[in-house]
């Protein structure tokens, strides 16, 4: 059974830092893409980075680049969002998820690509 849980979301000040971490049973991250997504209110969900190992590609959106970073522990089997400036604009909830080898480039963009997610964490960013 393939589970995926989040922690490390809080409420902090505009310019604080976070890190989020994804811990993944069921499956060996280094043989999966691995993605992180986050859910505004009262928007739709939205891509914000992912890694693929095999390959060693890593993607960001054009929003979070140059303050989040996304890492990994094999070891530990967990992926992690370092989160840096945040601003109340990246008030969210963020989930990660999994998704097989594909063949499709952008594959990390859609959520359709991954087939099981986190129940996600809150960050909350206040001005």
């Known amino acids: 059974q393939v589970q995926l849980v989040e922690s490390g979301g809080g409420l902090v000040q505009a310019g604080d830092s976070l890190t989020l971490s994804c811990v993944v049973s069921?499956?060996?991250?280094?043989?999966?893409?691995v993605g992180w997504f986050r859910q505004p209110p009262g928007k739709e969900r939205e891509f914000v980075a992912a890694v693929r190992w095999g390959s060693g590609k890593i993607y960001y959106a054009d929003s979070v680049k140059g303050r989040f970073t996304i890492s990994g522990d094999n070891a530990k089997n967990t992926v992690y969002l370092q989160m840096n400036s945040l601003q109340p604009r990246d008030t969210a909830k963020y989930s990660c998820?999994?998704?097989?080898?594909?063949?499709?480039?952008?594959?990390?963009?859609?959520?359709?690509?991954?087939?099981?997610w986190g129940q996600g964490t809150q960050v909350t960013v206040s001005s």
């Open positions: 998820g999994i998704a097989p080898p594909r063949t499709l480039e952008t594959w990390y963009l859609s959520i359709y690509e991954y087939d099981y």
């Open positions: 069921g499956r060996t991250i280094g043989n999966y893409g």
